[in-house]
């Protein structure tokens, strides 16, 4: 039996892009092992004893190692698992653990590795020894071509080492009339609190709420998440009279209570200027909610403005706060982009599209 390994650098029960990339790749990994006769064998960086009992179902590992954040640890339990399977392929998850990759195919422990990238985080020059691991791939996965295109330019990659492969979600998606509500629009936003993703554009958010309600428009903003900037955030909605009619923070909730928030709302906004792609839009999207997102990065792939979804500006209040008015005074509007966007996401975005994309992929870098 062939043999191939994926290094990974994410939990695999936390919330985020990244390891919900992780866990799809996995997931199709496993299943490809099963019709082309490998065995996966995984190492986690980040990943401790309980996530990794998560993790293994339903993906069957041959073995499965987690160095629970030690990096030195990753590194020799990666040299371990390639030393001992010889793995005809390696698929690495993330640019911080692209080194490894390089090292162990240079000592010929593992046949030709793919790497991914993700957001933000890829859209810089690298350090050298990443840079070094990114020319030695067989294959370059991104999320999106605005990620792809932005890696290759600062770190001299040719774009014809890259292939595109968006993120998607589960077969079965339910789109669902929002309630009637005597609130007003029911706006929600997901995400991290915290002051390193600022970009994500909460306060602009609050503030065109604010702009909104001041001309009248009844808006509700629900705020899902936490972290160490919900209390500049919070007191952000206070100094404009909006909390807690005007703007809710829920802190963090199940993954029960959220898809009950995306029912419930009228649109999701998280109009971010530094959003890789985002998986939350897809999830509210197959819920037939029209996005109004950043028109920077990742979101213009996914959202066309003005057919499932609005683009906007990042920091500009006012322009946000139209594309609220309008969502508002036009419900049929709210309706049709939701119905486009739950058309849309049928379309591009369902495990098996993600699925296939990698198993041709997968072939091509096996043969």
Known sequence: MMQTMMLSMTGAY????VQAYSRR???ILSGYGEQRNFELHGVSLQDNGWSLAQHTNPVQYGSFAAAGGSRAGFLRMSVQAAWKTRPRLAVVM???IAPPALLLRTARMTGPYILVLHGIEAWGRMKPAVRAAAAGARSIV?????????FAKANHIGEDKFTVIPLAIGESIAAATPKASTEGLRVL???????EDAYKGYDVLISSVRRAREGGVPVRL?????????????AHARSLDLEPDGVEFLGAVSDAQLRQELIDCDVFALPSKGEGFGIVYLEAMSMARPCIAGNHGGPPEI????????LVEHGDVDQLASRLVTLYCNPELRRDMGANAALKVKQRYLFSHMRDAWFTLLDKASE
């Open 14 to 17: 936390s919330r985020g892009g």
């Open 25 to 27: 790749v996995a997931e």
């Open 94 to 96: 993330h640019t911080c």
């Open 142 to 150: 991104a999320t999106t071509w605005h990620t792809a295109r932005e």
């Open 189 to 195: 936003t997901v995400g991290r609190l915290a002051s």
């Open 222 to 234: 629900r705020i899902v998440g936490a972290g160490n900037d919900l209390d500049r955030l919070r």
């Open 303 to 310: 959202i066309d403005d003005g057919e499932d979804g609005y």
